[in-house]
């Protein structure tokens, strides 16, 4: 079993690519064309324990980019309800235990080329960390 936690890897294949939505959802930058992206964001929100355990805020910031203005605002909207109102996304080798997401910053226009819209949204995923054996 592998120590390094995978709550990036769960929330990108077991959540937000299972949903169908207009582009494979990839990690840490927009493809090419129509996209959706997961970034991890800097974060120094920690509490720990006398156990050795402790509570870790992971902020990340999901950004899509499409031709179509509304169908990248909408799916934004989308993934906005879907991950406030989750209510668990298990880690595969035991990592973490999730207990929640907050949206930080509401989803919002980023930039405009002459092709492509991109909008963002920030959220913080409290996740509990067990002391290692």
Same mark, same amino acid.
């Given at each position: 079993m592998s120590d390094?936690?995978?709550f990036l890897e769960r929330l990108v294949i077991d959540v937000l690519?299972?949903? !169908?939505?207009?582009?494979?959802v990839v990690s840490p930058m927009l493809a090419d064309g129509?996209?959706?992206a997961v970034m991890v964001m800097p974060a120094n929100d920690y /509490?720990?324990?006398? /156990? !050795?355990?402790?509570r870790q805020n992971f902020a990340f910031q999901v950004m899509t980019k499409h031709e179509n203005?509304?169908?990248?605002?909408h799916t934004l909207l989308d993934i906005a309800s879907l991950l406030k109102n989750i209510e668990?996304?298990?880690?595969?080798?035991?990592?973490?235990? #999730?207990? !929640?997401?907050?949206?930080?910053t509401d989803p919002n226009i980023?930039?405009?080329?002459?092709?492509?819209?991109? #909008?963002?949204?920030? #959220?913080s995923a409290a996740l509990f960390i067990k002391p290692k054996e």
């Open positions: 390094e936690m995978d690519d299972k949903q !169908g939505y207009y582009a494979t129509n996209s959706i /509490d720990h324990y006398y /156990d !050795g355990s402790y203005q509304l169908t990248a605002y668990d996304i298990p880690s595969a080798n035991g990592t973490y235990e #999730f207990e !929640g997401i907050d949206i930080t980023i930039t405009k080329d002459d092709k492509y819209y991109i #909008f963002a949204a920030q #959220f």
